[in-house]
């Protein structure tokens, strides 16, 4: 019964280990998670990202950039300034960081422009497989777009060190279960 036990935790834990391993470098996709809003974003390097982006396609972003946008909600124009709010958000293995925020009132409906970004040292480069969140509401109205993308660029030695630690981590975890001569 013991040996059983130790197992299905060995192989429990493994499996988590490995789960958490191949987020480091999953695929990009998109997906649009709500709201009537069409937007696009295009980076220097010539990647156009949209709402509409297809799923399997792999979006490599820079890590600085001067971005041309466009977006627009589908109500219609207000007679008086309404409130608006939204943002671009990161997710990381721990927490998130909101690397766009905006707010205040307006008239419109749709906007365009540019914008200077540079991410924050706490954003991976090099990794692929980082949930993005565009998230604007406004007149009763959330739109929502999810894209994966890759930061261009090398992980660095924070991200080696980090990879091998998990790799020993999860040797540990594996190797707990065994005693010298098998399985305990």
């Known amino acids: 019964m013991k040996r059983k036990r130790k197992l299905g935790t060995v192989l429990v834990l493994g499996t988590i280990t490995l789960l958490m391993m191949s987020t480091l470098a999953s ?7 709500e709201g009537p809003c069409t937007g696009s ?23 600085g950039d001067t971005v041309q946008y ?3 909600v589908n109500i219609p124009a207000p007679a008086e ?3 608006f709010d939204g943002g671009i958000t990161v997710r990381l293995p721990v927490g998130g960081v909101t690397i ?12 365009s422009g540019e914008y200077t970004y540079t991410l924050p040292s706490a954003i991976p480069h090099g990794t692929g497989g980082l949930e993005v969140t565009a998230r604007h509401s406004q007149g ?45």
Do not use: H, R
Not at 154 to 164: F, N, Q, R, W
């Open 27 to 33: 695929p990009a996709t998109a997906a649009v998670i």
């Open 41 to 63: 974003a295009t980076f220097s390097n010539g990647v156009v990202v949209t709402e509409s982006q297809p799923i399997d396609q792999v979006v490599k972003v820079p890590d």
């Open 70 to 72: 466009t977006g627009s």
């Open 81 to 83: 300034p309404i409130p």
């Open 100 to 111: 766009v925020p905006w707010s205040g009132e307006t008239l419109e409906v749709s906007d």
């Open 140 to 184: 009763g109205v959330t739109c929502i777009v999810v894209v994966t993308m890759a930061v261009e660029g090398s992980p660095g030695t924070a991200a080696l060190i980090g990879a091998v630690g998990t790799l020993v981590f999860g040797a540990g975890v594996i190797g707990a279960g065994f005693k010298k001569g098998g399985l305990a």
